[in-house]
């Protein structure tokens, strides 16, 4: 059987390179930063991580990683309704509730986990979920598993999203599910005239961090912050894998009642390892970090807006970014692949994102701005970009 199925593979894979499609790993020898080591020797500065507050290779975080890995081993082999949790699990748990002001917290192998668990233990055929139109791929799975009505609003269009929810009105609960930050724009969705709407037509809020978190808000604390909207949402989910160290790690946090039927009967819970106790240490030292000072995020903020402004005067087509991504759009696909190979050899490591992961005629480089870069490497960028637009044709 395997024969004619690898045929069908190979003249779709080769679909995929002929249309410029295809997906090359670079190998990364060093530790991630804002300038790394490839494999053939070669350094680059990387423009592409989410490592938003620079702390992927943060020495606080690595000494805690290894502390804890000499007092509590390596890994749990088990889950926690089986074996028991680490004190460890249940002290970042803690954390991450009084980071986002909540009453309780889950955690999960990550975000995906997080958000392929949430609806499923909470909602039935009787329920409804409104989910924003550019929600990221873990959302829609998660709705996927889950027997509820599924409605679908435009991205951030409250007009759009009152109607569906006066159409909702006909089943039980409802739950609008959003981005903080939108992963491909960089926007932040109107969390507050979502959770006016939600509070008019009886909705629960579930809200994605995984971009938002340590990004934005006066001091990094998300959306509810950012919108002075404590208590009015009813779900966050985020990840320990960009802002918050980079590693692996993800997490629920909300409502007390919601969290406890999580830990009865979400499955990526139930059925998955639990998170490694280096992991959990790492990130309470983390929490421990965001607690003592904004550095991280006020110089994560410079970089951006500099970053923006001297893109936009160049000539380039930005998206307006409120957070750490700045959408660079060229709306070809072989253009943007031409464009990432081209970075790359003026040793800049940016991404070229083109459909499925955008909509077509949408295709972009899309830059992900750290604290960890220097003023210098700024200027680096923006010049490869300069040079590289005007050989390309898209600045004249």
Known sequence: MYGKFKEYLQGELKSIEEAGLYKHERTICSPQGAEITLADGSKALNFCANNYLGLSDNPRLIAAAKKAMDERGFGMSSVRFICGKCDLHE????????????????LYAACFDANGGVFEPLLTKDDAIISDALNHASIIDGV????AVRYRYNNADMADLEEKLKEAQAQRFRIICTDGVFSMDGNVAPMDKICDLAEKYDALVMVDESHSAGVV?????????????????????????KSFGGAVGGFTTGRKEIIDMLRQRSRPYLFSNSLPPMICAAGIEMFKMMEESTELHDRQQENVAYFRDKMTAAGFDIHPTQSAICAVMLYDPILAGNFAKAMAKE?????????????????????Q?????TRPQLDKAIAAFIKVGKELGVLK
């Open 347 to 367: 040793n800049i490591f940016v991404t070229s994102f083109t459909y499925p992961v955008v909509p077509k005629g949408l295709d972009r480089i899309r830059v």
């Open 217 to 241: 808000g006066p001091t990094g604390h998300g959306v509810a912050e950012q919108f002075n909207l404590y208590g009015r949402i009813d779900i966050h989910t985020g990840t320990l894998g």
């Open 144 to 147: 996927r598993l889950c027997k």
């Open 91 to 106: 002290e970042l748990e803690k954390a991450v509730s009084k980071y986002f002001h909540t009453e309780d917290t889950i």
């Open 369 to 373: 701005l750290s604290a960890a870069h």
